[in-house]
């Protein structure tokens, strides 16, 4: 499978915002992705978040995908044996790390890597950011006590630290109504979204799908 790697270039006037739909669940949700163009697919491998996927169903979607969508498995303090073996089994292209997890723990991936950072808790942002300079891209989504990720609410952008020397993602409550103006504020790379476009929670709705795509391809033209 070709990595899609290119939807972690930062955005200047001639690059366009990248597009991940993360809390796939099923294969026509990921086919109905594929086809909206959508740059990157999530598959959540924490067993609480209610849109986990079995590593073995993830495979077999994953298999079924055209070779220009990456494929970017959400790991939540799991063990890196559990990683190594996930990873092994679905193929996926990039990690993304959700939890508590160190740098150091990070950097012995095998495969390129996403730091997440949750805005609007008592975590130094500036610092974190320092600490994880090598991720391919850091993922910044909205602070939640009982929750990582998929919390469906947004924060406040003004938040976000100021110097940032990788790519950006920005997560957190995004739909289709807020996306262009939470873009056109954050200057992400890339935007991730999961309940904004679900018909219910890890079900997607091909229509939010559609709307959505559809509201960041319009920055293009």
């Known amino acids: 499978m070709i990595i899609c790697l290119k939807f972690f270039c930062g955005v200047t006037s001639l690059e366009r915002v990248r597009i991940k739909f993360c809390g796939i669940t099923n294969l026509q949700d990921a086919l109905d992705a594929d086809c909206l163009g959508v740059d990157a697919l999530g598959f959540v491998f924490y067993k609480p978040s209610p849109r986990y996927i079995?590593?073995?169903?993830?495979?077999?979607?994953?298999?079924?995908?055209?070779p220009f969508v990456s494929t970017v498995g959400l790991?939540?303090?799991?063990?890196?044996?559990?990683v190594s073996e996930i990873?092994?089994?679905t193929k996926i292209d990039m990690?993304?790390?959700?939890?508590?997890?160190?740098?150091?723990?990070?950097?012995?991936?095998?495969?390129?890597?996403?730091?997440?950072?949750?805005?609007?808790?008592?975590e130094n942002l500036n610092q974190e950011v320092l600490r994880f300079r090598n991720a391919k891209a850091i993922l910044f989504d909205s602070y939640d006590v009982e929750?990582?990720?998929?919390t469906g609410t947004s924060f406040d952008w003004s938040l976000l630290p100021d110097q940032v020397t990788c790519p950006i993602i920005?997560?957190?409550?995004?739909?289709?109504?807020?996306?262009?103006?939470?873009?056109?504020?954050?200057?992400?790379?890339?935007?991730?979204?999961?309940?904004?476009?679900?018909?219910?929670?890890?079900?997607?709705d091909r229509v939010?799908?559609?709307?959505?795509?559809?509201?960041?391809?319009?920055?293009?033209?």
């Not at 790991?75 to 559990?82: G, H, L």
């Open 54 to 66: 079995s590593p073995l169903v993830a495979a077999q979607i994953i298999e079924k995908l055209s």
């Open 75 to 82: 790991f939540v303090n799991a063990t890196q044996q559990e």
């Open 87 to 89: 990873s092994d089994l």
């Open 95 to 122: 990690l993304q790390y959700h939890g508590d997890e160190s740098p150091e723990y990070c950097e012995s991936s095998l495969k390129p890597w996403i730091k997440a950072l949750r805005v609007g808790g008592d």
């Open 147 to 150: 929750r990582r990720g998929g």
């Open 170 to 204: 920005l997560a957190g409550g995004l739909n289709s109504k807020n996306v262009v103006g939470a873009i056109r504020c954050v200057k992400p790379s890339c935007v991730d979204v999961s309940g904004g476009i679900e018909a219910t929670k890890g079900i997607k």
């Open 208 to 221: 939010k799908m559609k709307d959505f795509v559809a509201e960041v391809n319009k920055l293009d033209n």
